[in-house]
């Protein structure tokens, strides 16, 4: 059993780096959870997922401007850092990890990383720039805290695909773990942006759950057309008024590529927009 050690929260590169090598030299397994703070119980599932497996677990929180589009909320992203912090001790994660921008992108930082293809579609086509942010950002990351495992949330599923393929590509040496979504009791994903919804727009929220589950249903009383399964999802969610659907679609797990049938691993992913904001959910079939 590896020994346990006092929360630190660290603010500068450079010292995380160095706690991250004391880590390593003293035999511990670093878990790694980024994130962009306001944490919710989506983020300590991640925690108590690198808590199981790993000997030491460090969290970061930073809202990363490179990966907010113009006219996007990187100005009214929610922040709580003194809650964040009393948050993560309680989840017993070893460091926080918790920069300003000019530590992370300092004057002259000119490298940024893109994958190509599957950055473009989906969230891409709607948010030009915004996975080469978090591949940038991500890469960076695990560069200073050079984690052996980072847990990243299944609900943004592009994401965790986006990062599997960008830690292929580059060799990476870490594993990248996926969790499972936490739901709220009536199904919604939890996410930071949801504390943006009016008290109607909460209540109307419930729908991308239902939509995704009655699909499911669908596939599991034998039905397989992509077309038949993502328009269960666009009719359920047309009950609703306030929604503007931005995509839903039948996509293959590893490639995010559309699939016309629902036969081997696939995801159906979908993007809607409530009143002022932009919320993402899937369903594995
Ligand atoms: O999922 C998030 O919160 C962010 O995209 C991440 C991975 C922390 C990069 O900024």
Redesign the pocket.
């Known amino acids: 059993m590896e020994g346990r050690c006092i929360m630190r929260v660290v603010k500068s590169v450079a010292e995380m780096a160095e706690v991250s090598r004391e880590l390593r030299a003293s035999g511990k397994t670093v878990g790694f959870v980024?994130?962009?703070g306001y944490l919710h119980a989506g983020h300590i599932s991640l925690v108590k997922a690198a808590r199981k497996d790993c000997g030491s677990v460090v969290l970061?929180i930073?809202?990363?401007p490179a990966?907010f589009g113009q006219g996007e909320d990187l100005g009214t992203y929610p922040r709580n850092l003194a809650g964040d912090v009393e948050k993560c001790r309680m989840a017993d994660v070893d460091v926080v990890f918790a920069p300003e921008a000019a530590e992370m992108y300092p004057a002259g930082y000119a490298t940024y990383v893109t994958v190509e293809g599957i950055s473009d579609r989906l969230c891409g086509a709607s948010r030009p720039g915004h996975f080469r942010?978090?591949a940038t950002?991500?890469t960076r990351?695990f560069n200073i805290v050079r984690p052996h495992r980072a847990y990243?949330?299944q609900k943004?599923f592009q994401?965790t695909v986006v990062?599997k393929r960008l830690v292929r590509d580059l060799m990476l040496d870490v594993e990248v773990v996926t969790v499972p979504t936490v739901r709220e009791p009536d199904g919604l994903a939890m996410s930071?942006r949801n504390s943006y919804l009016s008290p109607a727009e909460r209540m109307a929220s419930v729908q991308i759950y239902r939509s995704l589950a009655s699909a499911r249903s669908l596939r599991e009383s034998g039905e397989t057309r992509a077309g038949v399964l993502t328009q269960k999802v666009r009719e359920n969610l047309s009950h609703e008024p306030m929604f503007k659907a931005e995509y839903v679609e039948l996509v293959d797990a590893d490639t995010l590529l559309p699939v016309q049938s629902a036969d081997g691993r696939c995801v159906i992913v979908l993007a809607v927009r409530l009143g002022r904001t932009r919320l993402i959910d899937n369903m594995p079939l």
């Open positions: 980024p994130t962009m970061s930073f809202v990363n990966q942010g978090v950002v991500v990351l990243f949330g943004d994401q990062i930071s």
